[in-house]
């Protein structure tokens, strides 16, 4: 586990000195291209995903830096968050908590205190009574959130983010992808925030050349 001190430090790298990194991608190490490429839905911006499971350890300690990273990227850029199960049975009620939590409107608030509980406090939130109980605890009302996670609209979200996972070909997370036509790639959490950044530039490149917005 990341130590404070080594995560801030992280962060301070990933805020400081992404934006001097813009060429020199390899494809195969520092990215791989869709194929087909996969459509967005975010009115013409570059959208970057990120897949991931709050289940996830790795997911926990990726949270506070693409979080800073994300909220520093450019107007053209678009980010959002893809729950998944990955096949775990846990990890998908994870999943469903957070589509459910999301239509309650406490998603923001409770994300890094769900990380927080399951991988600092050991708390094994891996099934609904359990993560209902917690949420209830944290302000939720819990006939709302249970409601919620058995909802049509949850279960669709999930089955739509398995496809997504699928589609883009995700096979672990936390998991970064461009403009729907670029998974990023990278041998640490910096270097796959670098790549994605780059990526964004040759996205935002391509389409000038081509005439898009």
């Not at 096949?87 to 923001?108: C, F, H, I, P, Q």
């Not at 998974?183 to 081509?210: D, P, T, W, Y």
Request: one cysteine or more; aromatic letters at 8%; a neutral charge.
């Amino acid at each position: 586990m990341m130590s404070l001190r080594s995560t801030l430090l992280a962060i301070a790298w990933v805020v400081l000195a992404l934006p001097l990194r813009a060429a020199g991608l390899v494809e195969g190490t520092d990215y791989r291209t869709l194929d087909p490429p996969q459509h967005t839905d975010s009115n013409g911006k570059i959208e970057v995903v990120e897949f991931f499971s709050h289940g996830c350890p790795h997911c926990n300690e990726f949270s506070p830096m693409v979080s800073a990273w994300a909220a520093k990227l450019p107007s053209d850029v678009a980010f959002r968050r893809v729950a998944t199960g990955m096949g775990r049975t846990a990890w998908t009620n994870l999943a469903k908590a957070d589509y459910a939590l999301e239509s309650t409107g406490d998603l923001a608030r409770l994300d890094r205190p769900l990380f927080h509980a399951i991988h600092e406090e050991r708390q094994p939130l891996f099934d609904e009574k359990a993560i209902s109980t917690w949420v209830a605890k944290h302000g939720v009302d819990s006939q709302k959130f249970i409601t919620a996670f058995n909802s049509f609209g949850v279960n669709t979200k999930l089955n739509q983010a398995e496809q997504m996972v699928e589609n883009y070909k995700i096979d672990g997370v936390p998991s970064l992808a461009v403009a729907g036509k670029y998974v990023v790639m990278g041998n640490s959490f910096e270097q796959l925030l670098a790549n994605a950044n780059a990526l964004i530039a040759k996205v935002r490149a391509e389409r000038a050349a081509s005439g898009h917005p």
